[in-house]
């Protein structure tokens, strides 16, 4: 699977398994979105996914170095600078 595939699987083909996908799985107005920003692009390379630089839920924006100071540590996860 290509990372196209592997996001749209994740995204899209998710919400559509919930039922969901007219209010989730995808970037569109009047839809609910909770995003992670990666530096990089997964669509070139998926392994990009692991570069998080911020992430917005419900409106809100959050760091992702804040998010996983209470979890353990994981050497294959990348926070970007």
């Not at 290509?2 to 969901?20: F, I, M, W």
């Not at 692009?41 to 392994?47: E, G, I, K, S």
């Not at 839920?57 to 100071?69: C, I, M, N, Q, S």
Request: proline share 7%.
């Amino acid at each position: 699977m290509g990372p196209v595939a592997a996001l749209r699987a994740v995204t899209y083909r998710a919400a559509c398994c919930l039922r969901k996908q007219t209010d989730i799985g995808s970037v569109e107005r009047g839809r609910y979105a909770d995003l992670m920003v990666v530096n990089g692009n997964p669509l070139v390379d998926v392994r990009q996914l692991r570069n998080v630089t911020a992430v917005y839920k419900g409106g809100v924006r959050y760091d992702p170095k804040e998010l996983l100071a209470s979890l353990p540590p994981n050497p294959n996860f990348k926070v970007a600078a």
